[in-house]
């Protein structure tokens, strides 16, 4: 996949979304084996699009901010704020 099939990827999740199209992440299967770009390449093909997909009936929308946070201080606060309240 081209930097610039995964924009088009990227800008197609952030418009009408149909759902009958995601792929549920759950039956996505990857050999563990294969070497890691090859993992990459079979996990994008199964998925075929990695912004927009379903975790069983939920559907996940990604957006990453190049300026932003990473996701483990994200998640580093939202654990600190349970376990404050």
């Given at each position: 996949?081209?930097?610039?099939?995964?924009?088009?990827?990227?800008?197609?999740?952030?418009?009408?979304?149909?759902?009958s199209?995601?792929?549920?992440?759950?039956?996505?299967?990857?050999?563990?084996?294969?070497?890691?770009?090859?993992?990459?390449?079979?996990?994008?093909e199964?998925?075929?699009?990695?912004?927009?997909?379903?975790?069983?009936?939920?559907?996940?929308?990604?957006?990453?901010?190049?300026?932003?946070?990473?996701?483990?201080?994200?998640m580093?606060?939202?654990?600190?704020?349970?376990?404050?309240g």
């Amino acid at each position: 996949m081209t930097l610039e099939g995964l924009k088009a990827l990227r800008e197609a999740a952030d418009g009408e979304i149909d759902r009958s199209t995601l792929v549920d992440i759950n039956t996505v299967k990857v050999d563990t084996s294969l070497p890691v770009k090859e993992r990459i390449e079979q996990f994008a093909e199964q998925i075929r699009n990695p912004y927009c997909f379903l975790c069983g009936d939920v559907v996940v929308h990604l957006e990453f901010n190049e300026n932003g946070k990473e996701l483990k201080e994200h998640m580093k606060n939202y654990f600190i704020s349970c376990k404050r309240g």
